[in-house]
């Protein structure tokens, strides 16, 4: 099946910060999505990115489906901003059509005041 | 609001017993799934829900059962039969393939 990986695994920024999360993908998807995981365990949806670039606020999002990678770039780092970050990808299957998300390990991220 | 809804958000219960958790949804989603994540993990498919009265095998299925008997509705019912089930578990839904999946808040099971 298709593996992600993200990287890096850890990362710890001082507040006000940018940084760079990557997510590499083993073979073409269909579709490509970005989460947040705050303390509590709660997913929250940053992008909904198959290809192209998006921003939202402090966000941006970037995939080149063609090169197997999106990038999520976080500016102006915040202390809400610490949690783990998902890429969840997925690639249409040639039978019966189904389809599910398959996530990367994930990218814990500490902001420090 | 619309949204998914787990429950209940904590759980423990004791070896050797089944229970079930519960995911509902407004959103009139057809697709439903259930992960698991472990302690410092990633998101791992254990069942998966296209339409009503249909449901997949993910990667960790087994110990696992599930059922859809409405378009709202997606229980698991995690039997004694999983050796470690004490677990974060998430359920998600979608309209329909290439859309975008959103996720209920989770149920923490934990077997004693």
């Known amino acids: 099946g298709i593996q992600v990986e993200q990287s890096p695994p850890d990362l710890i920024l001082q507040e006000g910060a940018n940084s760079t999360l990557r997510c590499n993908f083993s073979?073409?998807?269909?579709?490509l999505q970005w989460f947040h995981q705050n303390p509590w365990g709660q997913l929250i949806n940053l992008f909904y990115?198959?290809?192209g670039t998006k921003q939202n606020g402090r966000l941006s999002a970037t995939t080149v489906a063609t090169e197997r990678y999106s990038l999520l770039y976080i500016s102006s780092s915040q202390t809400t901003d610490s949690g783990v970050y998902f890429c969840?990808?997925?690639?249409?299957?040639?039978?019966?059509?189904?389809?599910?998300?398959?996530f990367g390990t994930g990218t814990r991220l500490k902001v420090l005041a | 609001d619309g949204g998914i809804t787990q429950s209940p958000k904590y759980l423990f219960r004791k070896e050797g017993q089944n229970v079930t958790l519960s995911c509902e949804q407004n959103?009139?989603?057809?697709?439903m799934y259930w992960y698991r994540q472990d302690p410092g993990q990633g998101l791992r498919l254990i069942y998966y829900?296209?339409?009503?009265?249909?449901?997949q095998k993910g990667d960790i299925a087994e110990g696992y059962s599930v059922s859809r008997e409405k378009k709202e509705s997606f229980p698991l019912t995690v039997t004694s039969a999983q050796k470690n089930p004490t677990a974060f578990y998430l359920c998600?839904?979608?309209?329909?393939?290439?859309?975008?999946?959103?996720f209920g808040q989770g149920t923490r099971l934990t077997v004693v």
């Open positions: 998600a839904s979608r309209t329909s393939r290439d859309t975008e999946a959103f």
């Open positions: 073979d073409s998807v269909n579709n």
């Open positions: 990115i198959p290809s």
């Open positions: 969840a990808v997925e690639r249409h299957t040639t039978t019966s059509g189904t389809y599910k998300y398959i």
């Open positions: 959103l009139n989603h057809d697709a």
């Open positions: 829900s296209q339409i009503v009265n249909d449901f």
